[in-house]
């Protein structure tokens, strides 16, 4: 059976107002849109038994490609069913109206109605995706760089987000890694290099917890995903319960031509005092793609008194 919806709206280059308005149109079609209070909004698309729940900011969805959310693609492409928490800032989504909503959810059986449901998001979204799973026992979780919680008495060692931690992280849906109990799986993603992201990332010690090490990828896991192509793919696994880590290894290693993950590599070498291993690294990548950023970095190394292993031949080596 063909479960997807042709979604016939234009959504790119608009202004926030607009853009809502158009969404909720787009949810009045095919489902329905609800604000929860001025500041967030639940768009929900009514498509195939599979069900995608994204939290995500306004203005990052309407400049993404398409000026879509996140679950529209899916919705289109696989026909699954898309329930999008929307805040018009960076909220981590606590505000009694959304707790409301998905405790009505719950008391609905809205989640009962689906074969498969995966909640996914980025960062704050992450968290959040991490800490609402516990209204579908059974979901999968996909959270990008989420933090634990903001929390000052658990989490003052976290020296960002500090106007958030008035927020109140300790009442309904609050501690995201005592959330995450019940559902099937989590994955959750982040750098080991970024020192905080590590930490809360450490907060989630549960049996049905899996983590994505992507080493030098830096803070912005999801663009980074999406350019390296590997997003569409994680995120479909996840739903379908099928992504484990030998699989994310071979995804990940799409990293290794990606322009920022070389460059955070190099720089980790030239700290670390690892001069001859970035000498090579600039080499080799020099060899494969005449990247002037790296023949540059190279001479600069070579004027040092470091040569690379293996000779370069081009002209700007």
Known sequence: ?????????????????????????????????????????????????????????????????????????????????????????????????????FDRLIDDGFFEDFDSVLFYGAHAGGYAAAAFSVAAPGAHVLAIRPQATLDPSVANWDTRYLSQRRQDFTSRYGYAPDMIDAARHVWIAYDPSQKFDAIHAALFTRPNVSALKCL????????????MGILD????????????????????????????????????????????LATDMAAHIVRESGDKFFADRLQELRDQGFEPSRPVKTDAA
């Open 1 to 101: 059976m063909d479960n997807r919806l042709d979604l016939d709206v234009d959504l790119e280059r608009l202004s926030a107002d607009v853009w809502l308005g158009k969404v909720e149109t787009l949810g009045e079609e095919n489902g329905y849109f609800e604000p929860l209070g001025d500041d967030h909004f639940a768009l929900f698309l009514d498509a195939g038994p599979k069900l995608i729940v994204t939290f995500e900011v306004l203005d990052e969805a309407r400049k993404a490609a398409g000026g879509e959310t996140v679950g529209m693609r899916y919705t289109r492409d696989d026909g699954w069913s898309h329930l999008a928490l929307i805040s018009r800032e960076e909220s981590w989504f606590r505000d009694h109206r959304v707790y409301g909503f």
């Open 216 to 227: 030098a990828l830096g803070w912005n896991l999801d663009t980074m995903f999406q350019q």
């Open 233 to 276: 793919t994680l995120i479909r696994e996840t739903m379908d319960g099928t992504l484990d880590g030998s699989g994310f290894a071979a995804l990940i290693r799409a990293r290794r031509r990606h322009p920022t993950f070389q460059r955070t590599l190099f720089r980790m070498a030239v700290r670390r005092n690892h001069a001859q």
